[in-house]
């Protein structure tokens, strides 16, 4: 495993037509429209090309996502059905003229099969958009959002975007499977954005990073200049999440905050040139040691820095869960354990 925490600069180029105000420009889907996993094009593009929404490939099947366009890889921003086995390559997204947003997915034979809501709405969309700022939204005919995935974030916050108290993000499996992971970022009712373990009962010993922000009526919010705030609602200025001066308000550039597999919290730029080129810049994150993650090594194991990266390593008498992947814990070593019964009894 490999973690960048001496260098702040990440070598990440991702495509982008330059647009004059990206929160605001947007392509209407109509209803009707439909995508597929094997036609052409298989996603809906924000109006710059830089964020696609619809199916993106995950192992043998697809996932239905919205991801950040780039090259040598995309980095996926919200998923939907995280959970769910990805889908055949032969299912389709569909605004239906009923106005719904709905997936629908085959059998071999192309029989029907399954169908499943990407958005829950009373009412009926009349179209939907997929924005510059990441955010899939679905309108109804009198141009009011009834439904966007900024109010339903996976493990990321974009520009723009806040998490509500009693909100959370929850990191991914690993950087190559999407569905829940085992750590989650909570922006809780009294004030504090907290990091735990998945699965602990969230109290203060379980937390291993949190920012002491306590007040009733906060909420996190990532603006579009790349500072993270906590807000109050009844106060124009907000308390910053990461110190820093080197935040900037440029139409050119893409903030993203995303709690990763690691149980890492990182603060990421995206600036592109004239050319459309992408640079990923790492601002911020926390905890600062990776170590200081409570559980990242897993059960009977423990966390050690050797030349700032993390080292997990058993307690004795157990072996790794899985020798490739050292922080899935430890399991009793039971050769060990009945030989040393068995040299016990001997004696």
């Not at 009373?122 to 009834?146: F, H, Q, T, W």
């Not at 040139?273 to 423990?302: I, R, W």
């Amino acid at each position: 495993m490999a973690f960048a925490y001496a260098s702040l600069f990440l070598l990440v180029i991702c495509i982008y037509k330059p647009a004059s105000s990206q929160q605001n420009h947007s392509t209407s889907i109509r209803l009707g429209s439909s995508i597929s996993t094997n036609v052409q094009p298989t996603s809906w593009r924000s109006p710059s090309g830089t964020f696609a929404s619809g199916f993106y490939p995950q192992g043998s099947g697809f996932i239905v996502g919205i991801w950040l366009v780039c090259k040598p890889a995309d980095i996926i921003t919200w998923t939907a059905y995280r959970d769910d086995p990805p889908v055949p390559s032969n299912a389709t997204l569909e605004l239906t003229v009923n106005g719904k947003l709905l997936l629908r997915t085959y059998s071999a034979n192309n029989e029907a099969g399954e169908e499943k809501l990407i958005a829950r709405i009373e009412k009926s969309a009349s179209n939907a958009r997929m924005l510059d700022s990441g955010n899939l939204v679905l309108y109804n005919e009198y141009s009011d959002a009834i439904w966007e995935s900024f109010k339903f974030p996976t493990d990321t916050i974009l520009g723009g975007q806040n998490l509500y108290a009693g909100g959370e993000l929850l990191s991914s499996a690993s950087t190559t499977n999407f569905s829940t992971g085992r750590f989650h970022l909570k922006m809780q009712s009294d004030g504090n954005l907290v990091l735990y373990p998945i699965d602990t009962i969230d109290t203060s010993v379980d937390a291993y990073w949190n920012t002491t922000t306590f007040a009733s009526g906060t909420h996190l919010y990532l603006n579009y200049t790349g500072q993270l705030l906590i807000l109050n609602n009844t106060l124009a200025s907000g308390t910053p999440v990461f110190s820093s001066d080197s935040e900037s308000e440029n139409s050119s550039t893409i903030y993203r905050a995303t709690l990763e597999y690691d149980g890492i919290f990182r603060l990421y730029s995206h600036n592109f040139d004239s050319n459309g080129a992408y640079t990923t810049s790492l601002m911020h994150y926390a905890p600062k040691s990776q170590c200081e993650v409570k559980s990242f090594c897993g059960l009977n194991s423990c966390c050690t820095m050797n030349d700032n990266q993390p080292y997990c390593s058993c307690l004795p008498g157990t072996v790794f869960v899985n020798p490739n992947q050292r922080y899935n814990g430890c399991k009793r070593n039971y050769t060990e354990e009945l030989c040393k019964v068995a040299e016990e009894t001997s004696s």
